[in-house]
């Protein structure tokens, strides 16, 4: 679906939010029993068929998408950041017991 819409056309802020549905659904889905309930009321394709309707019918989610591309990177520095933080204050209390 998403290479198909590509290849018509669609703008960059719709191909974001389209695989945006498809990662959360991916990444929320894989964990055990969560994700099954989650799969069931989820629906990213059908999520991803009526942003397809709303851009051509109504005109919506046109543009370049850079928000969301600097959004996205800016939660991941975040969490990198977050990450980094805690392995370090981690292995601070492992070095601390030795």
Same mark, same amino acid.
């Given at each position: 679906l998403l290479m198909t819409m590509a290849k018509h056309g669609v703008? !960059?802020?719709l191909l974001l939010l389209m695989v945006g549905n498809l990662v959360i659904d991916t990444v929320l889905g894989?964990?055990?029993?969560i994700g099954s309930i989650f799969d069931f009321t989820f629906k990213a394709?059908? !999520?991803n068929i009526n942003l397809l309707r709303q851009h051509y019918a109504e005109g919506k989610? !046109?543009?370049s998408g850079l928000g969301?591309? /600097?959004l996205v990177? /800016?939660?991941l520095?975040?969490?990198l950041l977050?990450?980094?933080y805690l392995s370090w204050k981690l292995m601070s209390f492992l070095v601390g017991l030795v």
């Open positions: 703008s !960059r802020k894989s964990i055990p029993f394709n059908q !999520r989610h !046109r543009g969301i591309i /600097v990177l /800016v939660a520095l975040i969490l977050t990450i980094g």
